[in-house]
């Protein structure tokens, strides 16, 4: 079992819905973070996060600590949220503290 | 601008010559890394570095070096590519290690034949 697992794999939306992609991970963390890759492959980071929620124009992104699980919400979809949402985590122990683990991603495709 | 850049962006290659990826941020991060892309897999990394002279190994290191003799350069190093190494290669860097947002270079596309 991967240490951090993202649902759903895959997903498709409709222009103006309201769309949530799950993360949950097995271990303990420092810091969450999401991020966006687009066709193309470039990767930027939308969000770090240890506790609570952070918003971001129409992305927010929320965490769990005693559940191991975060969310990233986007409301009114766009076509050009159309990305591969990639969830990662840093662990809080030993040499873990100086590393990514990363989710396999979320593909996102909204359409118009 | 503040940025990661990678180069080449894309290559070609045949088995066993050695290359070199170069990776080079002008944010004066302390921390920077290394990884790749493989469909299905997500990103692993490779090599990371803390601070100049310091690296270590990541998930996946077999047939990767790398150095780090100054803050803003860390280049990647196969010393005799192999098919299984055809991959999406990302370079980043943070500020420091624990806890802050990651920048990420526009990817490095290699293929070994």
């Known amino acids: 079992k991967n240490e951090v697992e993202q649902s759903p794999q895959n997903l498709t939306a409709q222009e103006g819905e309201f769309i949530t992609i799950n993360c949950s991970y097995s271990v303990g963390i420092s810091a969450l973070h999401w991020l966006q890759q687009h066709p193309g492959g470039g990767i930027v980071s939308l969000f770090m996060l240890s506790s609570g929620k952070k918003k971001h124009g129409r992305l927010i992104a929320t965490i769990n600590i005693q559940e191991k699980h975060s969310s990233l919400h986007i409301t009114a979809s766009h076509p050009r949220d159309s990305a591969v949402y990639i969830c990662a985590v840093r662990g809080n122990y030993g040499g873990a503290t100086n590393k990514l683990i990363f989710g396999t991603g979320t593909l996102l495709a909204v359409q118009p | ?113």
């Not at chain 2, 290394?34 to 601070?51: A, E, F, K, T």
């Open chain 2, 1 to 113: 601008e503040a940025q990661v850049t990678q180069n080449p962006r894309y290559l070609i290659t045949v088995t066993g010559k050695k290359l070199t990826v170069t990776c080079s941020q002008n944010m004066n991060h302390e921390y920077m890394s290394w990884y790749r892309q493989d469909p299905g897999l997500g990103l692993r990394q490779i090599y990371y570095s803390m601070n100049v002279e310091v690296t270590d190994k990541g998930d996946v290191p077999e047939g990767y070096k790398v150095s780090r003799k100054e803050k803003r350069n860390f280049p990647l190093i196969l010393e005799s590519p192999s098919p299984n190494q055809t991959s999406l290669y990302f370079c980043a860097s943070s500020l420091w290690a624990g806890g802050h947002e990651q920048y990420f270079g526009p990817g490095t596309r290699l293929t070994v034949t």
